[in-house]
């Protein structure tokens, strides 16, 4: 059993004995559903550091694309577009933090991606004379053409198959110390 299925177990062992004793409320589990989210957010801002096992570190050629694009170089945070999906939300008896974004799933959790084998058209500027353009600033390199230019040069060419491996990130995690904090609270509600 991970440190994350002893976490929740706990809590709904405590959810058992506040059962018994009073019947579980939104006002309840509100500051609960804030809990899970902030665990949550803490995940990201420590990069994993609190959740068993960690995150594995970024390779250098993820940190180095990054860099190019001038995006946020922690571990899964390039536009922040996935800590920002990431929601609390309760019932009357239920507590929880969610994302809905389709990706989500594959950092969490790992995986392989496989891109197929597809064509591929590059477009350069020519000159009246139909020869390629190249860059002032590297004579070396060709002028990319969009397809509203009227003079281009088109190359198409063949990619092969290949698959990308997600290492696992596990980001939903309560961990040790927000269930402390909503022991707290339901052991509040239930001597109260």
């Known amino acids: 059993m991970s440190s994350l299925d002893n976490n929740i177990e706990q809590v709904n062992a405590l959810f058992e004995k506040l059962r018994a004793r009073t019947k579980p409320s939104k006002k309840l589990m509100t500051p609960i559903a804030g809990e899970l989210l902030a665990s949550v957010k803490e995940n990201f801002s420590n990069q994993g550091a609190n959740v068993p096992g960690g995150w594995p570190a970024l390779k250098r050629s993820t940190i ?76 070396n390199l060709l002028v990319f053409a969009s397809k509203k230019h009227k003079r281009v040069s088109s190359y198409t060419f063949g990619q092969s198959s290949y698959s990308i491996t997600i290492h696992a990130r596990p980001f939903m995690v309560l961990t040790d110390r927000f269930r402390d904090r909503i022991i707290d609270i339901i052991r509040s509600n239930i001597a109260g």
Do not use: W
């Open 64 to 139: 180095k694309q990054k860099e190019k694009r001038g995006l946020d170089l922690s571990i899964l945070k390039g536009r922040g577009n996935l800590l920002r999906s990431v929601q609390a939300d309760s019932t009357e008896s239920t507590a929880f933090a969610h994302t809905n974004l389709a990706y989500a799933g594959i950092h969490h959790f790992g995986g392989k991606i496989q891109i197929g084998a597809r064509t591929r058209s590059l477009l350069h500027r020519t000159d009246a004379k139909g020869n390629l353009l190249k860059q002032s600033s590297n004579k």
